[in-house]
């Protein structure tokens, strides 16, 4: 499959280590909810596979913690990605893959805003706006041939239990 | 209207609905002359319910289960003005027609063409006309011939961008769509069954800077307020003597712009027989708005009446005013319900 990709040799960086959680010192109240915090989105996110290569969004540096603004008291999240080259046709599905990815996994009041980095992409106003039409990511998660794109990115996502 | 403090009293919560509740439209003949309020809602699971209002109860109650028919999400209903028939819109690509027959409904026709997702399905004041619109970009207008069928009467290639909604004026065969290319689009047919867009409403005169999600009339058809993306809404006006005469395309400017209002999208806005305008927004808030003494003819003033935050627990997709009684409200959401409400005056 190496004839034809985008960027047929992307940058691959190491992974972060990942900071063991530190236990809630009180585990009687099961009530409590923890604020979700940058990294737990990032945790969300970061084994996403590249639609175009074997290796994670965090390897390739598409997303990182720091690109993750959160604001939960108003249960707010953005993430801002950065695909690996700026004529990238793959970012409307790696932010896809994002958007779902938090659907699955953050509870429903959150509201997720997803973009690209700003100066990153050639089309980045037309992607960003298409990233944050519900009602055309709706219609794409009912095309069967995007579903099962995304949920080939995503599968390394649930192979760890978190 | 501005001086009483008002409330939204939530009468019902309706669930059924297995996936997000994207619309709802009010039966034009329920509500009136003691007939029991009816309406249809339309959702993520690919179906459309039929809601009525109890006589005895007064809770409304879901009376069937449009299945089995659409294989996509169903995006938005509309009921003919004699309440007969029913049209949906769905994103697999048709647009279904069903009458009501007893209990009973029943698919009489669908309508292919579009080649994407139709967004929205409108019928005009005297329901001899029916327009779709899609993701495609284009609008079609369909002819309601006798014996229930439909006839393609034009397809309109104006848009540049997936097309969002279709709403025809309320007493004129004039028609109005929105737009994902952040215009709002005018058409209005030369009497020789020729169709053609006769006025753009885009950013340069004074329109929106992003997705135009929805739009609604006042009473007298003369004025008109469109909600979108970028956070604002804004109302519109066209020379009502002009309107009426129908000599010449009576052009519409704008009026005034409400911001500041929105943190999220407002995906759609609803004006009142009684002149309240209501939203309902990607922050889980429905407001409703009024115009104020301040304003004047040419440059109306408009102020907000009444926030309700968290109406729902997910998007509000849709608010509706029912025909009938003129402070009964519904709103459908992301989060699968549909509500009732009733705006009165804090006791």
């Known amino acids: ?162 | 209207m501005m001086e009483i403090e008002w409330e939204l009293i939530e009468l019902q919560r309706l669930r059924g609905h297995t996936d997000r509740v994207w619309s709802m439209a009010w039966n034009p003949s329920s509500g009136v002359a003691g007939i029991p309020t009816m309406f249809a809602s339309c959702s993520g699971d690919k179906t459309v319910r039929i809601w009525e209002q109890n006589s005895s109860s007064s809770s409304w109650e879901c009376k069937a289960v449009l299945d089995e028919t659409h294989t996509r999400t169903v995006r938005s209903c509309s009921w003919s003005p004699s309440g007969n028939l029913l049209a949906t819109a769905s994103f697999d690509g048709t647009t279904a027609i069903w009458e009501n027959v007893g209990d009973d409904f029943e698919c009489i026709s669908t309508l292919e063409g579009h080649d994407s997702e139709v967004k929205s399905v409108s019928w005009n004041a005297s329901g001899s006309l029916l327009a779709t619109c899609s993701r495609d970009k284009s609008v079609w207008i369909w002819e309601v011939l006798p014996g229930n069928e439909f006839n393609c009467a034009s397809v309109l290639q104006a848009h540049t961008q997936d097309v969002k909604m279709v709403q025809w004026h309320p007493t004129l065969d004039i028609l109005f769509s929105c737009s994902y290319d952040n215009t709002v689009k005018v058409w209005a047919e030369d009497g020789d069954d020729d169709w053609h867009c006769v006025q753009t409403i885009n950013e340069a005169n004074n329109g929106h800077s992003s997705t135009v999600w929805s739009l609604s009339f006042n009473a007298d058809g003369n004025r008109m307020v469109t909600c979108s993306d970028d956070l604002t809404i804004k109302i519109w006006g066209t020379d009502p003597k002009k309107l009426l005469s129908g000599d010449e395309y009576s052009p519409w400017s704008h009026l005034c712009t409400l911001s500041g209002y929105h943190g999220r999208t407002i995906f759609s806005v609803g004006w009142s027989r009684e002149g309240i305008i209501v939203t309902g927004a990607g922050d889980d808030a429905i407001r409703l708005f009024v115009e104020d003494e301040n304003g004047s003819v040419d440059e109306p003033s408009y102020k907000m009446i009444l926030r309700k935050e968290k109406a729902h627990d997910m998007d509000v997709n849709s608010v509706q005013w029912c025909p009938g009684e003129t402070r009964l409200l519904a709103s459908t959401s992301d989060d699968g319900t549909i509500k009732i409400w009733q705006l009165q005056p804090v006791t």
């Open chain 1, 1 to 162: 499959m190496m004839s034809g990709l985008i960027n047929a040799n992307p940058v691959v960086y190491e992974k972060k280590e990942r900071r063991v959680r530190s236990i809630p010192a009180n585990l009687d109240d099961e009530y409590t909810v923890e604020p979700i915090d940058q990294l737990e989105i990032f945790d969300h996110l970061r084994d996403i596979k590249d639609p175009e290569h074997p290796y994670s969004l965090e390897e390739l540096k598409v997303i990182s913690e720091d690109a993750i603004e959160i604001d939960d008291s108003n249960s707010y999240v953005r993430v801002t990605f950065t695909p690996t080259v700026e004529h990238c046709s793959m970012a409307t599905i790696i932010g896809l893959c994002l958007r779902v990815k938090l659907t699955r996994s953050l509870p429903s009041k959150y509201k997720v805003d997803i973009r690209v980095a700003p100066g990153s992409h050639a089309t980045e106003a037309a992607v960003n706006k298409q990233l944050n039409d519900k009602e055309r990511v709706a219609a794409a998660m009912e095309n069967p041939g995007i579903v099962a794109l995304v949920d080939d990115c995503l599968a390394p996502t649930y192979v760890f239990s978190k």
